[in-house]
């Protein structure tokens, strides 16, 4: 079926009309591509740079076509061609064979060659990957939940946000000369063109005369909190979430300050990384509560690390136990006591000692591994107390 399909490449469209679109996956997989997950279909219009991103639930050759589908009646004209690459979700019979019954040209590109496909490659970032991210979604309600935001940012990009578009490449030895035509959001050039239905072109006034930016950008910012909480959850949820709403008032007030500051955006902001489970049971667990409870709010790293350490020498010292205070993990395998950092293992030979490293940081999966060996108590992020028996 690959061979069936003509190559198309970068420099082979020629100024087509609209309707002619890049189509490409991109993956919502996280770290890893095994298993199920989440995709967006991207398709650019060449001649405007309308862009359409549709979640796709798994790599279905059923659901690829219900995404083109989907894609097809959202463009504000008809579409006229596809051109893929050569993932094999879109160069199967199924697909294929459903885009050429439908009137669709069918293209693809080079092998490896991504450029090719530089105008959604380009989308894939700008709008995919700078909005979403890299996180990995699993599951109908993360889907759902990515409807919700395409929907809002389909509209905000396509009639608000200008783009540039090459207008010619000069090459003059081994310099390349571009020009672009001033920018412009892509729904001007769907009014400006005169291949356009003029039927198309009045719903599409309609639509931009109804829709307000700022409450899209509202949308997109609800629709992203909503993926924050999804992100790299696998897509489990012991029940039903409801979409995130924000305030209006509150989000149109910090808007004038928003841009100095920066921002996080919420799926791009990571799940704090699991500790010991609290079953575990650590000689100092009741320090801990105690402080935290005669704070009453979180306190400095330093002043909770001098205040626990304080708690600890008190505490041990009744107990007729020295205490021993290192700066170095040196000093604490020369006193008798092995460490292997290397081999992710740590065992004492000693006894009668609380040996405490208020300097010493390792890793929380190191830290997770000794949770059973009552050895090992964190007290604070940069710390590290073992009690030697």
Known sequence: MRRSVPVRTFGDW???????VEVDFVA?????SSGSFVQAMVLTDIATGWTECVPVRTRESGLVIAAIKRARSLFPFPLQGVDFDNDSAFMNELVVSWCRSQGLEVTRSRAYRK??????????SAIVRRLVGYGRFVGAEATAALVRLYDAVRLHGNLFQPSFKLREKTRIGARVIKRYHPPAPPVERVLAHPEVPEVDKQLLRAMLATADPVMLFTGIRAAQEDLGRRVDRRGVQATPQEPVVIDLQRFTANLKTAWQGGEVRPTHKRPPAGGPSESAAYMVNDIGNSQRCEAGVRATAACGLTRTVSLLVERFCDLGIDVVLEESIAQFDDAGLRVDLLGRRIWAQGGGRLWIFPHMNLGGSFRRQLDDSDI?????KQSLALAVW
């Not at 919502?28 to 890893?32: D, K, N, R």
């Not at 450029?115 to 894939?124: G, H, I, L, P, S």
């Open 28 to 32: 919502h997989s996280g770290t890893s």
């Open 376 to 380: 090992l108590h964190d007290v604070g």
């Open 14 to 20: 020629n100024d087509p009309p609209p309707g002619y």
């Open 115 to 124: 450029n090719d496909q530089a105008w959604v490659e380009q989308k894939n």
